[in-house]
């Protein structure tokens, strides 16, 4: 559902990412690891047509993202990092435009609201503003937002960051139940979220892939935690 071919992209002198290529199918949860820097969120960028690249392309569903931009927009759901959305407006208002923007009308939309607020937890704060929301709920409405138009392909930049470990557990849950019919790519730098929810890990550093596999032949290989198997392949590709 997803395949990328020698994507690169350099912002000034600093090349983030390096001629990358994989493939990621349906009922996979691929796991963008690396550190800080790595990459991933460049990466990932690209893939939602948010960025263009420097070189190379991917695509998705079989649409391109350099000549079919818009339905790889219309195709996937994307949670960015710092989860943009407009701090006036509150949150149902927020989901409705967001239903504007992806066509979503009449009883679709009250069905894919009435789905989609349970499922993120966030029926209570439906009427506050955004900007008045703490980070989780923040995060839990970016997540929503990705996930309103039901799409085949998700795409999450960190998407349990600022959540507390109670909320944490239930969105992990949630990928994992979505993983078994949808393709999913997500980036962390959390171990113990790539051992709970991916059933593939690409581990990036320095804008490169250096590791692409799961986490338990990852740990087999090394004969070592995942942790530890993280510290030796990104220290050796600094080193």
Do not use: W
Not at 107 to 124: E, F, G, H, W, Y
Not at 192 to 209: F, L
Not at 219 to 227: G, M, P, R, V
């Amino acid at each position: 559902m997803i395949e990328v071919k020698e994507l690169r992209r350099s912002f000034g002198p600093v090349t983030a990412v390096d001629g990358i290529s994989f493939q990621a199918d349906k009922g996979e949860v691929l796991g963008l690891l690396g550190p800080n820097g790595a990459g991933k969120t460049t990466a990932m960028r690209m893939l939602a047509c948010f960025i263009t690249p420097d070189s190379g392309t991917a695509s998705v569903e079989g649409f391109d993202i350099l000549q079919n931009p818009v339905e790889v927009r219309c195709r996937l759901g994307y949670l960015a990092e710092n989860s943009p959305a407009y701090g006036e407006m509150t949150v149902g208002g927020f989901l409705n435009f967001v239903c504007d923007a992806r066509g979503i009308n009449g009883t679709k939309r009250k069905q894919a609201l009435d789905r989609i607020v349970p499922m993120c937890s966030i029926n209570s704060v439906y009427h506050q503003t955004i900007d008045t929301l703490s980070k989780g709920y923040k995060r839990r409405v970016g997540l929503a937002q990705a996930l309103i138009h039901d799409p085949e392909v998700l795409i999450l930049d960190e998407p349990t960051d600022g959540l507390d470990p109670n909320q944490k557990h239930d969105v992990r849950l949630l990928i994992n139940q979505m993983g078994k019919d949808k393709c999913i790519i997500i980036s962390t730098h959390i171990l113990e979220e790539v051992e709970a929810i991916c059933s593939r890990t690409i581990i990036i550093s320095e804008g490169r892939i250096l590791a692409d596999s799961t986490p338990s032949e990852l740990k087999e290989k090394y004969q070592c935690s995942l942790d530890e198997v993280f510290r030796k392949i990104t220290r050796k590709k600094s080193n």
